[in-house]
C-alpha cells in the first residue's frame, strides 16, 4: 500500500475533489491511498482506521464462516464507501475487502473525526442514499440469481472482476457466489470462449468482445437501475 505524500498528494487531491459531500472541511484531514491487485484494504475481523471513499478501481467483500468457508459475497466499486458500518456501529465484524485492480481511496481517520462525521448532516444524507442503493443491489442479486440464465450473471460478474481486460477469479469462488455447479460454469465458460467473447490464457481468460459481455450483462443492471429510480 502506497500513502500519498507531498504534492503527488496536493495534485491529487486538486483534480479528484470530494468536499460536497461534507459540510467540514474534509480534505484537510484525508489521506490518500493505492492498493495493489491482491492487496488487502481491510482483514476480516479487524476494525479499520478509516473511513473510505474509493475513486479508482474495485474491490472485492469477503467473509469467513464458522465452518472455515471463504465466501465474496459483494463488490465495491469507485464512488462507494469502505467501513461506513464500522463508523455507524460500535460493535460490528468487519468483513475482509481486497483489491480487485489497482484501487485509490481517500481515507479518513475513524477514531479522530468520528463525531464530527456523525454530526454532519450533509454527509449522512449522502450516505444514506448509498446505504439504500447497496441494499437494493443486494436484494436485485438474489431475485436474479432466481430469475435470470448463468449466461447473463457470469457476463456481469466477469466485467465487474476483471482487471485489465484479463479475468483471472477462481472457478470455486464464482460458482459459490453465482450458486451454479462447477460443470455449468465451465460449459459456459467453454461457449464464451466459442463465440470469441473471451480467449483462454493459461488459468486466466482474456476479453475480446467487451460489446458481447456488456448487451448480456445489461439486462441486469438495467433491472437494477429500474429498481434505484
Known amino acids: 500500500m502506497e500513502i500519498y505524500k507531498g504534492e503527488k498528494k496536493r495534485l491529487f487531491l486538486e483534480n479528484n475533489s470530494i468536499a460536497n459531500l461534507f ?3 474534509v480534505e484537510e484531514f484525508m489521506e490518500v491511498h493505492e492498493y495493489k491487485r491482491d492487496e488487502w484494504i481491510i482483514q476480516e475481523g479487524m476494525r479499520p482506521n478509516f473511513l473510505f471513499y474509493v475513486l479508482e478501481g474495485k474491490a472485492k467483500i469477503y467473509v469467513t464462516h464458522l465452518n472455515g468457508k471463504v465466501s465474496l ?3 465495491v466499486n469507485a ?3 469502505i467501513g461506513e458500518m464500522e463508523l455507524l456501529n460500535d460493535v460490528y465484524y468487519t ?3 481486497q483489491a480487485s485492480t489497482k484501487t485509490i481511496c481517500f481515507a479518513l481517520p475513524i477514531y479522530r473525526y468520528r463525531k464530527k462525521l456523525l454530526e454532519d448532516t ?3 444524507r ?4 448509498f446505504l439504500s442503493g447497496k441494499a437494493t443491489q443486494m436484494a436485485a442479486k438474489y431475485s436474479q440469481s432466481l430469475a435470470f440464465p448463468l449466461e447473463n450473471r457470469l457476463a456481469d460478474f466477469i466485467l465487474q472482476t476483471a482487471d485489465q481486460g484479463i479475468y483471472k477469479e477462481k472457478h470455486v469462488t464464482v460458482c459459490d457466489y ?3 455447479s462447477y460443470r455449468h460454469l465451465l460449459y459456459i465458460l467453454t461457449q464464451f470462449c466459442e463465440k470469441n467473447y473471451l480467449e483462454k490464457e493459461g488459468r486466466n481468460y482474456r476479453i475480446k468482445q467487451y460489446d458481447s459481455l456488456y448487451e448480456l450483462a445489461g439486462v441486469l443492471r438495467n433491472e437494477l437501475n429500474n429498481l434505484n429510480t
Open 178 to 180: 453465482l450458486g451454479v
Open 126 to 129: 449522502e450516505l444514506t442514499k
Open 73 to 75: 459475497i459483494n463488490f
Open 23 to 25: 459540510s467540514f472541511p
Open 79 to 81: 464512488h462507494e464507501y
Open 122 to 124: 450533509k454527509f449522512l
Open 95 to 97: 468483513k475482509g475487502i
